[in-house]
Antibody, heavy 116, light 108 residues
Framework: EVQLVESGGGLVQPGGSLRLSCAAS????????MSWVRQAPGKGLEWVAN????????YYVDSVKGRFTISRDNAKNSLYLQMNSLRAEDTAVYYC?????????WGQGTLVTVSS | SYELTQPPSVSVSPGQTARITCSGD??????AYWYQQKSGQAPVLVIY???KRPSGIPERFSGSSSGTMATLTISGAQVEDEADYYC???????????FGGGTKLTVL
């Protein structure tokens, strides 16, 4: 059974940093692109970033370029999102998702709140 | 930046057919995917590659695509189908993902 479990969310002040993690199981993690998707409170889904199987390609939505970094550790079956220079508009539930041409399996999400 | 456009809301009575549209300039060349999200839950893939249904998704869910518009059809909508529905695709490069704004389906 495919499982994705996010962690690392919490309350952070504007300008601060946070690192999200996603632990994957039930599939061959190193064979799949992976993604982060977020959802602000009461709003729609927003694609944030993708990373290739070996980490050699990474793509970001314009609003997080230069501030967020997606990475992975295939030996640990883990996906990460390093978030720096956080803004109030980054407040959202962040989902980790496996990509098979599109996000097919999703975690339950972790809430990030950016507020003073 | 690339955008996908969905109607904010669709309302049908139980047993009727619900149709949710998604328009985007790259859809003639890129597949559309559809997700169902119920309140407080993670999204669930209900249609992939325009018209294919994952295992476990009821047959009343179907998808189609023509030109710059993709359509999710729920034939004989049921109360339990009430949810937010999102389309997803990529830009013309295939590297950047994008979701539509979401459509709230009401069945009552």
């Amino acid at each position: 059974e495919v499982q994705l479990v996010e962690s690392g969310g919490g309350l952070v002040q504007p300008g601060g940093s946070l690192r999200l993690s996603c632990a994957a199981s039930g599939f061959t993690f190193s064979s799949y692109w992976m993604s982060w998707v977020r959802q602000a409170p009461g709003k729609g889904l927003e694609w944030v970033a993708n990373i290739k199987q070996d980490g050699s390609e990474k793509y970001y939505v314009d609003s997080v370029k230069g501030r967020f970094t997606i990475s992975r550790d295939n030996a640990k079956n883990s996906l990460y999102l390093q978030m720096n220079s956080l803004r109030a508009e980054d407040t959202a539930v962040y989902y980790c998702a496996r990509i098979f041409r599109a996000p097919d399996y999703w975690g339950q999400g972790t809430l990030v709140t950016v507020s003073s | 930046s690339y955008e996908l456009t969905q109607p904010p809301s669709v309302s049908v009575s139980p047993g009727q057919t619900a149709r949710i549209t998604c328009s985007g300039d790259a859809l003639p060349k890129k597949y559309a995917y559809w997700y169902q999200q119920k309140s407080g839950q993670a999204p669930v893939l209900v249609i992939y590659e325009d018209s294919k249904r994952p295992s476990g998704i009821p047959e009343r869910f179907s998808g189609s695509s023509s030109g710059t518009m993709a359509t999710l059809t729920i034939s004989g909508a049921q109360v339990e189908d009430e949810a937010d529905y999102y389309c997803y695709s990529t830009d013309s490069s295939g590297n950047l993902g994008v979701f539509g704004g979401g459509t709230k389906l009401t069945v009552l």
